[in-house]
Structure formats: C-alpha cells, structure tokens
DNA sequence: TTATTACATGCGAATATTCGAATGTTACAA
DNA sequence: TTGTAACATTCGAATATTCGCATGTAATAA
C-alpha cells in the first residue's frame, strides 16, 4: 500500500514542488520560457544555488531545457503543473488569510500576492 | 524573494503532501471521515506511524480531527487538497504512461491505478 | 590558443524527515 | 481502582535536503 508506484510518484512531484525557490522559478517559467541566467536575476539569487534547484526540476523532468549558444533555455514541460500551482495559490490565499484574520481585524493591507 | 510568505506557505503545504502514505490518507479520506485506527488498517501500517503521519497533516490544518469517545475521526478541511491530489493523479498517471511506454510498447497490461 | 561568459556539478556541513521502539494519555469498562 | 482500547508523543538512528564554496565544462570571443 504505501509502496505503491504512483503514489510514490506524486510524492516524488510534490516533494520538487515543496521549496519556495523552485516555486517561484516555476511561476517565472509559467509566463514563458526563461535562461539560467534570467531566472538566476529575476530570483536574486547565487548562479549555483538555482543551476541546483533548476537541477532538481529537471530530474522529475517537471521542466525542459533547450540549449541554445551559451545559454540554457528553461520552459515548464506540461501545462498541469501551472494549473496546481494556481490550485495551491487559491488554496493558500484563502488559509493564509484565515489566520491573519484571526490575529485581528485591526490587522489591514497585508498583502498577499 | 525567496522569503515570500506565501511561496514559503506553498512549500509548505507541497511538503505535507510529499509521502506516499500522506497521499494515501488524503485519498482515503477524501471518501469520507474515517477514524485513525480504520486508517491504519486500511493502510496495513503500524498505529504510531499512522498516526505521526496524522500528525503532519494536523500540523498543517490540512485535515481536521473530531474525538468521538474513544476514536478520533480524520476528514480533509479543505476540498481544494483533493482537487490538488485528483489534478496530480492526471499529471502522474500521463508521465508514469509515456515512460512506461518509453521501455517497450510490449509492456502491456501494467495497471496504473 | 587563451580568455570569458554561461551553466553544471562535486563536496561538506547544517538541517530536516522518517521509521521503529518505547512510553504517555484519554475514555470507558469491569 | 484496575484494566484495556484507541491514539499521541518522544527518542534516536538512518537517510535526505539544502546551501555555500570551489571546481568543471561547453560555447564563443579575442
């Protein structure tokens, strides 16, 4: 039961999906495809630490990439993983909100993309 | 960037739902509430590891706990969670095919739930 | 050829997850 | 009160992730 193959599998996607940073690449790439080097600026982050993050996407093959130079073009390979993310996004907002509501109506313009 | 709180919310949650035997959970507990020890046997799994992988999707508010007596009934707070997992299962079950597929089409009748 | 740009990979320390085994706790029955 | 059933929690060892830092590689420019 908990060796089945595909839930293995999902556990396998959502855990590429469980870091912030690889989330935000992901959003990134969902508005078109992007190089290393442009998702390593727009995150504001060390080359290395996202060439790894980009490293783990790419095993799962959750992205592809397209050599094209120089430069190595990142895309997000199936349009499922946006539409999770947007789930998980609604999903989140509402949570969050709950519990920064809790702490106080008081609590005003907290803003949450 | 990387601290954004609601990306670091999402991983979070992506997190929770990244363990075959939490995937199981949520999917059984998607058919309705279940109490942990019928979780645990419909899991074929040890009551305390059951029970720290409860724990885990507690901590999260993923599910909600009611005691009733001696029991403690398990059900999913949010239906979006079972959206996530359903939409997962599609993405899951399209890859698990095409690299299965990959390997020889005389690979048949391998059962993909 | 040498240098540089654009990425990728290897290594090690810090941190987090996971499981089994033992122990707690709470509700109820005897 | 004593016992038992149903869960929860704690502890420790094994394993996995993550980050910074250093190094490696492939394409192109000088």
Redesign the interface.
Known sequence: ???????????????A????????ILEFLGKGELSAGALME????EQANVSQHLAVLRAK?IVANRKAGNQVFYSVQ?P??G???S??????????KETLGMLGETRKAVR??
């Open positions: 039961m908990q060796g089945d193959p595909l839930r293995r599998f999902k556990a396998d996607i959502f855990q999906l469980a870091h912030p940073t690889r989330i935000a727009k995150l504001g982050m093959r199936d499922i993983i539409e999770v993310l789930l998980m996004r609604t999903y989140c907002r509402a949570r969050l949450v993309r």
